[in-house]
């Protein structure tokens, strides 16, 4: 199993980056994914997660109306999450997860004021 975290970078606070998650070897519709993020010194904390088997998607009250999160298994296997309105508080390492089982290797994602 693979997941495969790309996308992250430096970005000024109200732009945009869009980080995107390879995942193989595993049955991809049937796993949530998620999208976690651990800042220095700051727990983990889970920023989206989506569910093919009933729809649902979540947000953290700290991205909603900002991140979309998204998913592509016709022409690949991969979750992707649109970051709008960056702001420096989302500074973190940002992991791609399917169903807390299999973790990507992270990509940063630092944003400055």
């Known amino acids: 199993v693979q997941l495969q975290a790309s996308g992250g970078g430096l970005a000024q606070a109200g732009r945009s980056l869009r980080l995107s998650c390879a995942v193989s070897g595993i049955t991809f519709d049937d796993y949530a994914m998620s999208w976690i993020r651990q800042a220095p010194g700051k727990e983990r904390e889970v920023v989206s997660c989506?569910?093919?088997?009933?729809?649902?998607?979540?947000y953290a009250d700290s991205v909603k109306g900002r991140f979309t999160i998204s998913s592509d298994s016709n022409t690949e296997n991969a979750v992707f999450l649109q970051m709008n309105s960056l702001k420096p508080e989302d500074t973190a390492v940002y992991y791609c997860?399917?169903?807390?089982?299999?973790w990507g290797q992270g990509t940063q994602v630092t944003v400055s004021s």
């Open positions: 997860s399917a169903a807390g089982r299999y």
């Open positions: 989506m569910s093919k088997s009933d729809g649902s998607i979540y």
